[in-house]
């Protein structure tokens, strides 16, 4: 029986994050785009010392000040022990022991005899040990996706390294004897479009893919299957696969996964299109587990899939937390499906609130998929009509690129 779409993101996503390899240091500059494995804790005080927020005169006692000296950012800074002195500041400077107030250059004078005078503002100029930080505070917790923001904050602590979690590696392997690799369909052949599509969202949703580890396509016998199938899980922590995934008489995948010692995770689901799909577990050598995803051999089926349970279990994986379905406003009806979650191709508007259903939508079309930001997801036994919020589940893009 198709298991709830909903219950088989959940169920990929636990499979995944139960799998999720062993922490690994990695330096700063190769971290972009793992997750910490362990939450990120501040070393010092930030900042470490009191720390000049302008360019100005750091002063003791009463004015006009005699200047004294000179602190630049880097450099420590000697006490200031008498009243009526005061030293140059840089920004970004240590204060000296003994000032009182920091006044801003812009806001300052200096007499003929050159002592400086002014009046400090209110609020002092400087920022305090611990102001952003106390010595152990965590930071950010284990989990977190680690983007060039969090990098800049674990070199501010003064990491050279950081825990992060290992990045899955992904193969694909392409079956059916009727698929070209290269030029036009014709005489009862099709273009494979699943190898150049599957592998570059593999790889926005963090997974690393060899090129030698796309496969296909490959033979449609029991035998060549279980080989493909066995090369891929040698090289990969997920295997997806596209075809075979019902019991015709060349769909090769369930025997090829009965040989393999394979468990399913999920053997179909009950949504549409797509619903063929299926994630399975395979024993790996070191001890965890592999993973085997089965996508359909139809081209929207075989994304529907591939958003519906790998990104889940990449994402358990990684470490990280299952994404949240944001909501959208519909601008057209979508309907239902019956007893299965539908999930329909749509493009939102610039703010990201509101969604219309794309045309050209058919299970083995891209054309739809070409211009869509993501599916909108319509509950089994209901419809939606215009205006409904409804949740919307977003195709994997590259930071910066817009729904």
């Known amino acids: 029986m198709p298991v709830d779409w909903d219950k088989a ?45 302008i360019d100005g005169w750091a002063v003791r006692g009463p004015g006009p000040w005699r200047p004294v000296g000179r ?9 200031l022990t008498e009243d009526g002195t005061c030293v140059e500041i840089a920004t970004g400077a240590m204060v000296p022991a003994g000032a009182a107030a920091v006044i801003r250059v812009e806001e300052s004078a200096r007499d003929a005899q050159g002592l400086v005078s002014g009046t400090p503002r209110p609020q002092p100029e400087w920022r305090l040990p611990g102001d952003e930080a106390r010595r152990g505070e965590e930071l950010l917790p284990a989990g977190t996706p680690v983007d060039p923001a969090v990098l800049g904050m674990a070199a501010t602590c003064g990491y050279d390294a950081i825990p992060v979690r290992p990045r899955p590696r992904a193969a694909l392997l392409v079956f059916g004897d009727e698929l070209l690799t290269n030029g036009p369909p014709g005489n009862g052949r099709v273009r494979d ?58 769909d090769h995948l369930h025997p090829a996964l009965s040989r393999l010692h394979a468990d399913y995770v999920v053997n179909t689901v009950a949504v549409r299109p797509g619903f063929p799909m299926l994630l399975a577990r395979v024993p790996g050598p070191d001890g965890r587990p592999r993973f085997l995803a089965g996508l359909p051999g139809n081209p929207q089926s075989a994304v529907i899939a591939l958003v519906s349970l790998v990104a889940p279990l990449l994402a358990g994986l990684h470490g990280r937390d299952l994404p949240a379905l944001p909501r959208v406003e519909l601008t057209a009806p979508v309907p239902g499906r019956g007893g299965f979650t539908h999930l329909a191709l749509a493009t939102v508007d610039a703010d990201g609130r509101r969604a219309t ?47």
Not at 366 to 385: E, I, M
Request: net charge negative; aromatic share 4%; proline share 11%.
């Open 357 to 403: 259903p794309a045309g050209h939508v058919g299970s083995s079309m891209l054309r739809g998929l070409a211009r869509s930001h993501g599916f909108v997801v319509v509950r089994p036994d209901s419809q939606a009509a215009a205006g409904d919020l409804v949740p919307f589940l977003p195709l994997p893009l590259y930071p910066g690129e817009r729904p």
């Open 9 to 53: 993101r959940s169920l990929a996503y636990e499979a995944g994050r139960a799998a999720a390899g062993p922490a690994e240091r990695v330096g700063l500059a190769g971290a972009d785009g793992r997750t910490l494995a362990e939450p990120l804790v501040a070393l010092a005080d930030l900042p470490a010392f009191p720390t000049s927020s």
């Open 193 to 250: 479009s699943l190898s150049p599509l599957v592998p570059a969202w593999l790889r926005r949703y963090g997974a690393t893919v060899d090129p030698a580890a796309v496969q296909g396509p490959v033979r449609d016998t029991l035998e060549a299957h279980v080989e493909a199938i066995e090369r891929g899980l040698a090289v990969a922590d997920v295997v997806c696969t596209t075809g075979g995934t019902m019991h015709g008489p060349v």
């Open 71 to 79: 602190v630049l950012a880097g450099n420590t800074a000697e006490p």
